[in-house]
């Protein structure tokens, strides 16, 4: 950017009249040298002995009624039961699903002992009428007219349940929540979670044991 000249005449005195050149430069920033830098404070680790009550984030409670720990097939079957009797059973009860995973998936089937008039049941996608045990050269076939082998997929069993519970309202299915710890609370139950803290009333914890890896199988099944 160039500079503006400017023209200033003096008093008449037998000289010229004098004229100064005045050039304005913009204006730069001053320089910064170690001694003029200014520098932050390093942030403190609270880590070390925890925030201070008054810089604490608060831990917000969502109180219900029942708290479901587990949406897989206990816990689910439970949550379905509870959601085609809501109407007439629930008064208005708030009930919680409490599972991990982020989505269902077809990854699993289950498989069970059918009374006849059971394996009517849509579910049971699969019968068998007759089962065969077999250890080395020995096999031992079994029939049974009162009860059938049945086999329940994942997908058609997660659809089922699913529909049932987003139609209750008083039904809440929490995805992607991690339950950390189970208190006991003055009659109640505070479940303490990766989404926040519930206060239940009663809390059912369907989730399975952990397995022991290397554990050998002591049955196998094969369908035909």
Known sequence: ????????????????????????LPRRAPLETPSTRR???????WSIIGPPAQFARPRFMTSVD??????GCAGLSLARDIARLAPQTSGGRRVVVLE???RYENDRTWCGWFLADET??????????????????E???HR?????YGLISSEDFYRDALAAIASAAAIDLRLGTTVDAVEPRAGKFTVRTTAG???AQKVVDTRPPKMELGVEALLFQCFK
Request: charge should be positive; glycine fraction near 12%; hydrophobic fraction near 40%.
């Open 139 to 141: 096999q031992i076939v």
């Open 144 to 148: 049974s007219d009162r009860s059938h």
């Open 100 to 102: 991990p995973r982020l």
């Open 66 to 71: 029942l708290a479901i720990l587990g949406g």
């Open 197 to 199: 803290d519930f206060l």
């Open 1 to 24: 950017m160039g500079g503006a000249r400017y023209r200033f005449s003096g008093p008449k005195s037998g000289h010229r009249d004098a004229s100064v050149g005045l050039f304005l």
């Open 120 to 137: 009517q049941d849509p579910l049971v996608s699969r019968r068998w009428p007759a089962w065969r045990f077999s250890l080395g050269e």
């Open 39 to 45: 520098r932050s404070p390093p942030a403190f680790d």
